[in-house]
């Protein structure tokens, strides 16, 4: 429990169960909601669900937590049933990791005997009510996972030019990048560093040929594996991943294409994969544009098709078994 009382407030929820020993028999009961108030602010809500006769575990008591509308977290906290005095009669404690949604929850099968209640009724069901307290001596997020946080990290230095050994010039923008990192990512860029050539000697790359927010995309992908902007430049980030021989990068626009092939884009993917040696996205746009031949019959983006790309769609349309 040490170290997620820092955390957040430390919070508590009593919850009375009234006429416990004659209404409620082996049903669950689902308490009300309740807050605790989690990491910069955020709100985790929870349920306690009781079994009376037990979940699992037959004449036993079960008491559960279950996070109704959060996401993982990692909570400490107490369960304690109260005699009539307010003193703890029996006390369950956990530290547990929460995925969303668990619908089951997490807690103790077998939380206290229901005979032992039903034996000193007259001390733990003053009145024939069961009372509940539960204290939550921390909530915190779960960790990211590591790979996730060193991909945050890198992605960062995108925006740091402290320690930057290299500028890289694109129309009207600079970007200032890391050499070890462009070269372990790209074998083009690791040529052009170790080789006694101008970009090595300068320190200074001129990249002319490419979109300066395609660039930026790309530069971002290096270090992070991200991509801001995948939808509106992943034709021209394919082959900017082709051209810099990045096939992590290259398999990430080609996988988004082949999800999204439509009437409109199936003939610019097919050249696109055709003239970059993409047989995974060839076939796929080839294949789609068979199956709905009567929808690409008229398309003027027809004209753009070589006349080998034209007669093996003919092929394939007038004998769809055969590739």
């Not at 996730?148 to 694109?170: G, P, Q, R, W, Y």
């Not at 753009?304 to 790309?309: E, I, K, T």
């Amino acid at each position: 429990m040490s170290g997620l009382g820092t955390i957040c407030q430390i919070s508590s929820f009593l919850w009375k169960i009234s006429s416990f020993m004659n209404v409620y028999n082996g049903e669950s009961i689902d308490s009300p909601q309740f807050t605790l108030i989690g990491k910069e602010g955020m709100l985790k809500k929870f349920v306690l669900t009781l079994y009376p006769r037990g979940r699992t575990e037959a004449d036993w008591v079960g008491l559960f937590f279950t996070l109704v509308d959060s996401p993982e977290c990692t909570v400490s906290f107490k369960c304690s049933i109260l005699d009539k005095y307010e003193k703890p009669h029996r006390v369950g404690y956990g530290v547990v990791d929460y995925t969303f949604p668990n619908k089951e929850g997490y807690g103790f099968p077998m939380f206290v005997k229901f005979n032992e209640l039903k034996s000193q009724k007259e001390t733990v069901l003053p009145n024939g009510t069961l009372t509940i307290l539960v204290e939550l001596n921390g909530v915190k997020d779960k960790p990211k996972d590591p790979t996730m946080c060193l991909a945050d990290d890198l992605e960062k230095l995108t925006c740091n030019e402290d320690f930057s050994d290299v500028e890289i010039h694109c129309k009207d923008i600079r970007l200032k990048a890391h050499k070890a990192i462009l070269a372990s990512r790209s074998s083009v860029f690791q040529a052009m560093f170790t080789n006694p050539c101008k970009e090595s000697q300068t320190g200074s790359v001129t990249i002319n040929n490419m979109d300066p927010e395609v660039l930026k995309d790309l530069i971002n992908f290096i270090y992070s594996c991200k991509v801001k902007k995948l939808k509106e430049n992943v034709a021209d980030l394919f082959k900017a991943a082709d051209m810099y021989m990045m096939e992590s990068l290259k398999d990430m626009c080609t996988t988004y294409m082949m999800k999204n092939l439509t009437n409109e884009n199936a003939i610019s993917f097919l050249n696109l994969a055709d003239g970059h040696n993409s047989k995974m996205l060839r076939e796929a746009a080839m294949s789609y544009i068979v199956q709905n031949i009567n929808a690409f019959t008229e398309r003027p983006e027809l004209e753009n098709v070589s006349q080998r790309l034209v007669i093996e769609i003919m092929k394939r349309a007038i004998n769809p078994t055969k590739k």
